[in-house]
């Protein structure tokens, strides 16, 4: 009997053995999913975290852009106001220009009456 113990006690330790490879394994793969999930939820909180620096980036160029495009602008119209005033282009002067030649055309017409009436 003792061999059959001792063949039984073998049989037990090989399958406690065996549990504890099953165990193991079963360990290992929990283990890897647990890290896998971490390592996703990481990246996918990195990833979050990058895309909204990146939209705020965007953000700040687009400010940047817009500012430094109204300040062109009214550069430019600030030049064109000046090249339209030399020219004497400008509404203010032009009006003034006509109110002169219309005065002066008033004033021959009536100069041309005068002669005429004279004649």
């Known amino acids: ?10 049989i037990s330790e090989a ?3 065996a549990r504890k490879i099953w165990l193991a394994g079963l360990g290992a793969y929990g283990k890897s999913v647990e890290e896998a999930q971490e390592r996703y939820e990481k ?6 975290k990058a895309f909204d620096d990146l939209v705020k980036k965007g953000e700040n160029l687009e400010d940047d852009a817009k500012a430094r495009f109204k ?6 119209e ?9 020219m004497g ?3 203010d002067h032009t009006d003034k ?6 005065a002066k055309v008033d004033a021959l017409t009536e100069a041309v009456a005068k002669l005429i009436a004279r004649s």
């Open 1 to 10: 009997m003792i061999k059959n113990d001792s063949v039984k006690s073998k």
């Open 15 to 17: 399958e406690d053995f």
């Open 43 to 48: 990246f996918s909180a990195d990833t979050s």
């Open 71 to 76: 300040e062109t602008t009214n550069e430019v």
């Open 78 to 86: 600030n030049r064109v106001s000046e090249v339209r005033q030399k």
């Open 89 to 91: 282009l400008d509404v």
């Open 97 to 102: 220009k006509i109110e002169e030649l219309t």
